[in-house]
C-alpha cells in the first residue's frame, strides 16, 4: 500500500535553531498537510498546500513557519527559529484527488524535541 | 469554532470484551468523520464517514455515524491485546475560505487486558 514517508523520524535542536522536516507524500495525491501533536494533547492541525500554495493556515502557523513544494516529490516544513514549545511529534499527511480521494493518510512523523 | 469531544478518555477492558467509543462534534460545513488508531507514531486510517445510518465494518471493528445527533460510535467486538491504542475521531469541514481541514478530538486510550 502506497504511504506517506516522513524524515527524520526523530530531530533534536537547540532553542533558536532552523529546523527543515521533509515528507514524500504519496504519489498521486494533490493536497498535502502539516499536523503536529504535542505530547499528551491532541493532534492540531497547522497548514494545508494544494497547487503549490497553502489554502488553509492554523493561528500556530506564525511567520516561524513556512512550507515548501521544491520539486515534484517532497514536501517541506520548515521552522525558522524553532522555541522550546515547538517541540511535538509532526506528522505530514496527504490527500488524493476529487470525492474518492478523500482519505487523508498519514505519515509516521518527526519527532522535534527542541532543547 | 469546530469542537470534537471524544468519550470516554482511558477505557481498560479484558481481552474478549465488547467496547464503544464515542465521539460528538460541533463544526460548521461537515464533510466526513473519519476514525484513526493511534499506536506508538502514526494515525492510522480505520474508516470513513459521511452518510447517516450507513454502517462501516471491518472485521471486529465497525463505526457509524447519526448527521443529526452529530456524534459517531466506533465498536470493537471480541477485543485482543493488539487493539489496545488511541483511537481518534476527526471530522473533516470545510472552511470559510473553502478549504478542507481536520479536527481531532482528544482521543480515546484503550487497553485491553489478557
Known amino acids: 500500500e502506497p504511504e506517506v514517508t516522513q524524515t527524520p523520524s526523530h530531530q533534536v535542536t537547540q532553542m533558536g535553531q532552523e529546523v527543515i522536516l521533509r515528507c514524500v507524500p504519496i504519489s498521486n495525491h494533490l493536497y498535502f498537510y502539516w499536523y503536529r501533536q504535542i505530547l499528551g494533547q491532541k493532534v492540531e492541525f497547522l497548514v494545508s498546500?494544494?497547487?503549490?500554495?497553502?489554502?488553509?493556515k492554523s493561528e500556530i502557523f506564525d511567520d516561524q513557519f513556512s512550507v515548501e513544494r521544491p520539486d515534484g516529490s517532497n514536501f517541506t516544513l520548515k521552522i525558522r527559529s524553532t522555541k522550546l514549545e515547538d517541540s511535538a511529534m509532526y506528522f505530514c499527511?496527504?490527500?488524493?484527488?476529487?470525492?474518492?480521494?478523500?482519505?487523508?493518510?498519514f505519515g509516521e512523523g518527526s519527532w522535534l524535541t527542541v532543547v | 469554532e469546530d469542537k470534537v469531544v471524544q468519550s470516554p478518555l482511558s477505557l481498560v477492558v479484558h481481552e474478549g470484551d465488547t467496547v464503544t467509543l464515542n465521539c460528538s462534534y460541533e463544526?460548521?460545513?461537515?464533510?466526513?468523520l473519519l476514525w484513526y488508531k493511534q499506536e506508538k507514531k502514526a494515525p492510522t486510517f480505520l474508516f470513513m464517514l459521511?452518510?447517516?445510518?450507513i454502517e462501516k465494518k471491518s472485521g471486529r471493528l465497525s463505526s457509524i455515524l447519526d448527521k443529526k445527533e452529530l456524534f459517531s460510535i466506533l465498536n470493537i467486538t471480541a477485543t485482543q491485546t493488539g487493539d489496545s491504542a488511541i483511537y481518534l475521531c476527526a471530522v473533516e469541514a470545510r472552511s470559510n475560505f473553502g478549504n478542507e481541514k481536520l479536527t481531532f478530538g482528544t482521543g480515546t486510550r484503550l487497553t485491553i487486558i489478557p
Open positions: 498546500f494544494y497547487n503549490n500554495e497553502i489554502s488553509e
Open positions: 459521511t452518510s447517516s445510518g
Open positions: 463544526v460548521t460545513n461537515f464533510r466526513s
Open positions: 499527511a496527504s490527500r488524493g484527488p476529487g470525492p474518492l480521494g478523500r482519505t487523508i493518510y
